[in-house]
């Protein structure tokens, strides 16, 4: 039988080579001084093209902790992250950046929050060191867009960076959906979530891996995996179009009863507006009936009952006991 684990680590790791020691030092120390038992620290190389890979190899020699995951090549952080999560096997799982961005050493405060009766404990930065201005713009700018046409409440400034039960992450395990933007699927599983307030380090080597392709792939994931409203444009145009056809087809008619039309006018508007609000009409329709084809192949379940209570009247002396049912 193996020992039970209370806390998996998950990073991440792309080309970080120069930084990764440091970060699993750091980690472990951290993990070693909180009360959890035993651990292990999931190193997932997302197709690196550097020493990363060796690196990980030898690393597990020094940490018997570390356990190495090498995917097929590049899948992306959001992928990376999915694969260690799918193979944690602790009671509580940290999802953390190898780069040493996220301090390691708030693990600590991050368990006794959890242990308080949390399902998620997130890290909400409060201040991000070493970022462009370009980054700290576009970042505040999707966080806030997403949070205002998302339908699940997303935390605004939070990464992934985040401590989670064994039910939420076994719930996050059984998403089948293929666009993976973890931090709005978490959010959306709901249950007890909290925050802490952290300033996010620079890093302590290396450059971000994140491109601007990348940053722009992340944000569309986000906002389609989790609100149709982009679809929703040509209804809101289609409603607008009706509007102003009316006004329209009322000028028209006017100008044609009292002559100041000129000859031919009045049809030709007739005609560009009613073929312009049809199609938009249709667009609308289409948009309508796709968003929702769209979220029944995601597949989520409809909803997560989190406990079922019942009061159990008083049984007999020797009736059937119920306590512990749910
Ligand atoms: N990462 C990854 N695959 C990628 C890009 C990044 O696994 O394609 C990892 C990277 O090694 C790091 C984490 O994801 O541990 C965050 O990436 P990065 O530091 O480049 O992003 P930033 O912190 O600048 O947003
Ligand atoms: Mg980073």
Not at 6 to 18: I, R, T, Y
Not at 71 to 90: E, I, K, M, P
Not at 122 to 134: I, L, Y
Not at 151 to 172: C, H, K, N, Q, W
Request: glycine letters at 10%.
């Amino acid at each position: 039988m193996t020992t039970p684990l209370g806390l998996s680590v998950v990073a991440p790791c792309f080309n970080e080579e120069a930084g990764l020691a440091v970060f699993v030092a750091r980690m472990a120390a951290a993990a070693r001084s909180c009360d959890v038992g035993a651990f292990e620290i999931i190193l997932v190389d997302d197709g690196s093209r550097d020493r990363t890979w060796s690196l990980i190899q030898q690393l597990s020699v020094s940490y018997p902790e570390v356990v190495g995951v090498r995917l097929s090549r590049n899948h992306g952080h959001q992928l990376a992250v999915s694969a260690g999560l799918s193979l944690a096997r602790g009671d509580r799982v940290l999802v953390i950046d190898a780069d040493c961005q996220d301090p390691p050493e708030l693990v600590g405060q991050m368990v006794a929050r959890l242990d308080q009766g949390f399902d998620v404990v997130f890290g909400r930065r409060r201040s991000r060191a070493g970022e462009s201005p370009f980054k700290l713009a576009t970042a505040r700018l999707f966080y806030r867009g997403l949070a205002a046409l998302a339908e699940s409440d997303i935390p605004v400034d939070t990464g992934d960076f985040r401590l989670m039960s064994r039910r939420i992450v076994a719930r996050l395990n059984a998403m089948p959906e293929r666009d993976r933007f973890i931090r709005g699927m978490v959010a959306w599983l709901g249950g007890r979530q909290t925050e802490i307030l952290y300033d996010r380090e620079a890093r302590t080597s290396g450059a971000t891996h994140y491109t601007l392709a990348k940053m722009l792939r992340l944000a569309g994931d986000g906002l389609t995996s989790f609100s149709v409203a982009p679809l929703r444009l040509a209804t809101l145009l289609a409603a607008f179009g009706v509007c102003v056809s009316f006004l329209l087809l009322v000028y028209a008619l006017v100008g044609f009863a009292t002559g100041h039309a000129t000859p031919g006018w009045t049809s030709l508007a007739l005609i560009v507006v009613f073929f312009a609000t049809a199609q938009l009409i249709c667009m609308a329709i289409f948009g309508e009936y796709l968003g929702r084809a769209y979220m029944q192949a995601k597949g989520r379940p409809l909803y997560l009952i989190d406990e079922i209570h019942v009061a159990v009247p008083p049984s007999p002396p020797g009736g059937p006991d119920h306590a512990g049912r749910g």
